[in-house]
Structure formats: structure tokens, C-alpha cells
């Protein structure tokens, strides 16, 4: 999974990412509502089987709202 996540990440170039799209492992994206750095319909349209969701706040929400993102991610993985 490291593998995966690094590419993302790093924010590598966008063919990286394509050959992502033919996986079918479960993924999460998470965007903030206000990130002008890096638009959901980048990755999301890359990664059309990953599950999106998105939250409050700017580029660096995870910072801000840490505690808001580790609990979707754990929601997501207990689903799993």
C-alpha cells in the first residue's frame, strides 16, 4: 500500500496515477472543500473506483482538522 500512497503523495505526474486506475483494491480520497492546490476531479476522474468524500477546510486540512480525517479513514477501513 506504501507504494501506492507515495505517487500521491509526492503529487508524481498524472500517468503514474492512471496506471492506478485499473486497480481494484478499496481506496479513499478525501478533498477539502477549498483546495485550489490540487482539484478532486484530478484523481477522482483517475481513480473513478475510489470512494470520495470531502470535507471542510483548505490544501492542508489535515493539519487543521486531523482528528475529522483519521476518523473517516478508520470508518473507511473498518468497512472494508
Known amino acids: 500500500m506504501t ?4 505517487p500521491l503523495l509526492y ?4 500517468v503514474r496515477l492512471l496506471a492506478a486506475a485499473g486497480l481494484t483494491i478499496p481506496m479513499l480520497i ?3 472543500e477549498r483546495d485550489y492546490v490540487v ?3 484530478s484523481l477522482s476522474g483517475a481513480l473513478p473506483q475510489a470512494e470520495t468524500q470531502i470535507m471542510r477546510g483548505g490544501h492542508m486540512f489535515t493539519e487543521q482538522y486531523s482528528q475529522e480525517a483519521f476518523q473517516r479513514s ?7
Do not use: N
Request: overall charge positive; cysteine-free; hydrophobic content about 65%.
Open 3 to 6: 507504494v501506492l500512497l507515495k
Open 39 to 41: 482539484t478532486s476531479r
Open 74 to 80: 478508520m470508518a473507511f477501513l473498518a468497512g472494508m
Open 11 to 14: 503529487m508524481r505526474p498524472v
Open 30 to 32: 478525501i478533498w477539502a
